[in-house]
């Protein structure tokens, strides 16, 4: 079983910084170890969207709308990955999810608030 937990959410001001770390523990065993991990958010009312991703092979993915403010990094020998937020603006206010692609299974962590206010 993979157990998956962020940490670092809060409230900050417009134009503050955030660092968000999660760490996923348990039975990483996969050949492949983990494939993919990334950063996902939800709005009140909104979908859930893709913030940011990290490969094994450290090739990153980022939303447009998080594109030079946010930065993902991995350690692969820890199995953990943070998200660096500056910039930050009121509409990155969301709750944060941690997801671990582990193949063929993702494993989801229960989430961190974000709060921004203007």
């Known amino acids: 079983q993979v157990k998956v937990v962020e940490s670092g959410g809060g409230l900050v001001q417009n134009g503050g910084s955030l660092s968000l770390s999660c760490a996923a523990t348990?039975?990483?065993?996969?050949?492949?170890?983990?494939?993919?991990m990334g950063w996902y958010r939800q709005a009140p009312g909104k979908q859930r969207e893709m913030v940011a991703e990290?490969?094994?092979?450290?090739?990153?993915y980022y939303a447009d709308s998080v594109l030079g403010r946010f930065t993902i990094n991995r350690d692969n020998h820890k199995h953990t990955v943070t998200l660096q937020m500056d910039n930050l603006k009121p509409e990155d206010t969301a709750t944060y999810y941690c997801?671990?692609?582990?193949?063929?299974?993702?494993?989801w962590g229960p989430g961190t608030q974000v709060t921004v206010s203007s």
């Open positions: 348990g039975s990483i065993d996969s050949p492949l170890g983990i494939y993919i």
């Open positions: 997801k671990v692609i582990i193949t063929p299974y993702d494993y």
């Open positions: 990290v490969t094994a092979a450290g090739r990153t």
